[in-house]
């Protein structure tokens, strides 16, 4: 099966050091992972497990530091 990418990725519930993922899937996806970075770095970190609905909260997130975040469907 062909599974298409999660889309319309966005972040909810911002504060200091957490923030909550939001996402809508295609039919046929069965999860989630996700990856993330402070936006000047070039290393991706895999967030732990899989997810099989439409958000999640990433916790841990240092204070004034923006994210880049990835959505792949799985």
Known sequence: TNC????YLY?????????TINWSKLP??????LRIKPSTSDTWTLTPGSFTGNSTVI??????VFYNV???AI
């Not at 046929?28 to 992972?33: F, L, P, W």
């Not at 916790?59 to 004034?64: H, I, V």
């Open 70 to 72: 990835q959505a792949q």
């Open 11 to 19: 972040a909810s519930s911002i504060s200091n050091t957490s923030a």
């Open 4 to 7: 298409g990418p999660p889309y």
């Open 59 to 64: 916790n841990d997130l240092a204070p004034g």
């Open 28 to 33: 046929g996806v069965q999860a989630i992972v």
